[in-house]
Nanobody, 114 residues
Framework: VQLQASGGGLVQAGGSLRLSCAAS??????MGWFRQAPGKEREFVAA????????AYTDSVKGRFTISRDNAKNTLYLQMNSLKLEDTAVYYC??????????WGQGTQVTVSS
């Protein structure tokens, strides 16, 4: 089982990025994104159900980030708009939303500059 995250990079504040997470080896009913900023604990960002009909976001990204998935491609996405300096972090995809999964992507760096 492997989760491969990609799409991070350097972007100016106010800009956009789209993260992808390709899963292989199995499918997951619920998938999520977490992030970890320097010197901080890893935190929940967003999660989505299998059908996509149920989503959840941490308050700080509501209205700016959109989580989605393409089950045919077994791929998870995170569209990030209106990026802020405080969004700078390593972003991880995972199964579930508790943060206690055994399955994590390798992380992709998002850096927002002023």
């Amino acid at each position: 089982v492997q989760l491969q995250a990609s799409g991070g990079g350097l972007v100016q504040a106010g800009g956009s990025l789209r993260l992808s997470c390709a899963a292989s080896g199995r499918t997951f009913a619920t998938m999520g994104w977490f992030r970890q900023a320097p010197g901080k604990e890893r935190e929940f960002v967003a999660a989505i159900s299998w059908s996509g009909s149920s989503t959840a976001y941490t308050d700080s990204v509501k209205g700016r980030f959109t989580i989605s998935r393409d089950n045919a491609k077994n791929t998870l996405y995170l569209q990030m708009n209106s990026l802020k300096l405080e969004d700078t972090a390593v972003y991880y995809c995972t199964s579930g939303y508790s943060g206690r999964s055994d399955y994590w992507g390798q992380g992709t760096q998002v850096t927002v500059s002023s």
